[in-house]
């Protein structure tokens, strides 16, 4: 019993008395990405001396007595585990491992992608919010802001280029709570200028939430360019073995949460004219409070900068019960170990991959910020030096029939609605992944009816070469 007592007390496996990974205050010092991708998040001697991160499948854990449970119960017992959906210290090393990744202060993981993305959204806007948001997202995405968002009585402002201070300036508003965007878009991979966009949002006090699911924090760190909250899907490059769904959100811990630290409800309503940008974190909240002793607290007053992060995983995680499972966190955990080396030798297959569509005859055009020609270009290689990714899009000549063949005829690549897998991919994103669009609204993001999307893993290029030569072949016949 006594080593099982060490690791569920253990205060900085489990954070602020909540569960909750940590980034930069527990990987100190100067590692690299290297080593940081595998040891990040993760101290040996408190889980046995396992080299491998152990997978805890358990739902609950012991609580030893009366008075440690009811302090646990109340988030003031530090580093306590009460049931995972809240926390288990195996996502919670993923947790760790992406924070200090990303440069952020903490993390919290998710069963999938799209519970970090709507969550997150979520912790910023309820209580009577609105988001400005670009159009150019991945289709889950695109449908839960367009269709779910509104019905839930949060507004959504569109913004054609969101990195256009004018429109961005004129699109955030007295309710408007965060910018959302991608780094890298799916599946033309447009690039933003993060820079100017967090600069015009933190005038107003708005945070910007970036996915950044397809350059990994490998090749992009949108916190070192003014991000305040980034979202993954890390069922993509981050697992990059295509075998377990997950998501995560890390938190910069700069969120502006206004001059007024705790405002009590009743005080609001005698002050009537205050009103903070994000009044939930800044009212009363039971559940963090310990009221037998009369101490009544919010978010920003139980936990300061890491408001955002504990409401997160306290009131979304928690309630809407999209936790990661220990087993799913295990295989990420493991493929996120090679992060750097499958990057680089999957961008490096991406680019040859790009040139050869480029130089085609039945290519009418190919999305890819890392060729030369891309009016992105020059902000890829500003921001992006080791590459924008490993997806591409490319429109073919001709209608759905060609692109039908072309699929078809691959043998290589697999047709399969995922990126990020260390097995080539392939996809008619019009009737597959962006389905949630209509066509006019595909159209404007660039996606064509004959638009097919790649997603270039680590086989031999020139066998890539050949499979897609094989496609031509079956739409075009004879070049
Ligand atoms: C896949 C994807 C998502 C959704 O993630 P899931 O893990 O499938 O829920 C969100 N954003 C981007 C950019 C994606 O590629």
Redesign the pocket.
Known sequence: MGNINEITDNPALAGDGVAGGEGREESEGDEGFATRQLHAGYDAPRHLDSSSVPIYATAGYDLHNAARGSRAANGLEPGAHLYSRVGNPTPEVLEGRLASLDGGIAAVAFS??????SSTILNLADHGGRIVSTRD??G??FDFINNLLPALGVGVDYVDTVDDEQQLEAAIGPDTRLVFL?SV??PTTRITDLDLVARVAHRHGVAVVV?N??PTPYLFRPIEHGADIV??????AINGHGNA???AVVDAGKLDYGPDNHVDDEERSTQGSVKPRYPQFNSFVHNISDEAHGQRRSFVDAYGRKAFIQRLRLKYLRLLGAEPGPFESYLTLQGLETLDVRLDRAVSNTLTVARFLDAHPHVTRVDYAGLPNSPDHALAERDYPRGVGTVLAFTLEGGVEQANAFIDATQVFTYLT???DSKSLIVDPARTTHREFNADQQRAIGVEPTTIRLSIGLEDSRDLIADLERGFQAAYGQA
């Open positions: 999938s992608g799209m519970a970090a993305i997202l991945y889950g995405t991608e878009s799916n996915d699911t397809l979202v993954y899907s890390t069922t993509k769904v997950g998501g995922n990126i990020g």
